[in-house]
């Protein structure tokens, strides 16, 4: 049963609230990976095997041993707090899959950008995509071994960000640092909430 609010048996705890967060990025830079690790139940995910049709569409440089894509989306889901709840919902990465995007975008409160600093021009999409819609986002660069490392002001920097969108290291493959970005995300969002609805009043 749904329970509405006055629908709710007396002396009953109060459902926890539910956050919509999304897990973008480019091809093969970990977001199926992430939720993954940082889900607490097994997550949903809509994997295919790579075939010869992509072959000249599916960019594998610096990722040829990738063999699945994500085709529709990955869900998992973490619980912060007694009161808070994260939805994750992982986007495909590749460009025939972006016409998915606006429907997994509605309600979201934020966004996670992973970036693999091999392959850092495809973070470009989903930073323009979430810039245009308004929606906070964070940008996470997901540490590979073997990877050339930067300073995040120089991460910043190349992908021409806002002074004020966070820049942090993660591992994608580690649950805690997983938590930290999402953490992260969330306090970005409220603040950038209540700047709005500061301005609003003003």
Known sequence: ???????????AAPLPTAIKILIAGGFGVGK??????????????????LTETGIGIDDLSGIEE????TVAMDFGRITISDDLV??????PGQDRFWFVWDELALGALGAVVLAD?????DCFPSIDYFEGRGTPFVVAV??????????????????????GVPVVLC???????????????????????EARRRAAED
């Open 86 to 91: 994260l939805y994750l919902f992982g986007t």
């Open 171 to 193: 591992d994608a493959r580690k649950r805690e640092s997983a938590k930290e970005v999402l953490i992260t995300l969330l306090e970005h969002a409220m603040k950038l909430r």
């Open 142 to 163: 997901n540490c590979f071994e073997g990877a050339k490392t930067f300073r995040l002001d120089e991460v910043q920097a190349a992908l021409d960000l806002d002074p």
């Open 117 to 121: 600093t091999r392959r850092l021009a």
């Open 66 to 69: 990738k063999s699945t894509t």
């Open 32 to 49: 199926t990976t992430m939720v993954g690790a940082v889900s607490e139940t097994r997550p949903l995910r809509t994997e295919e095997v």
């Open 1 to 11: 049963m749904d329970y509405g609010r006055s629908e709710r048996p007396a002396g």
